[in-house]
């Protein structure tokens, strides 16, 4: 009996510990998830972006434009979220940590043009050859300017 209480314990500890999930970006496959905004295949997969609630639950989406839009209809306080960097698409990157530029000459999923850079030294080395503008945090200008 008690060897029986303790498997179930032990099925049960398992079960929860492997229900919490990773609190860090994942890469989904390609043409696998759907954009939580807009219902678009993920396929160009240097736009992705994703966010994670303080509750586990992960939203994938194509571009920067739609989860900027997701997450103007949230009516969370506290989640998490990450963009790709437009140079590696193998890389995600903290959104607050991100530098946003906007360019006509980017061709992103919905339209408005925004890529993520690694830093605004990469985003703006990608502006000497192309045209457009850096949209960053106050955050990020400071880091930089240490």
Known sequence: M??????????FVLGGSL????????IPERGKEKCNHCSMAIVDMRFHSQLLTDKGRRYYFDSIECLYSYKESLELERFRTWVTDYENVTRMLSEEEAAIVQSEEIHSPMGKGLAAFSSLENAREYLKNHKGSILTSEANQKRSDR
């Open 2 to 11: 008690k060897f029986r209480i303790s498997l179930w314990m032990l099925v």
């Open 19 to 26: 229900s919490c999930g990773p609190k860090e970006a994942l």
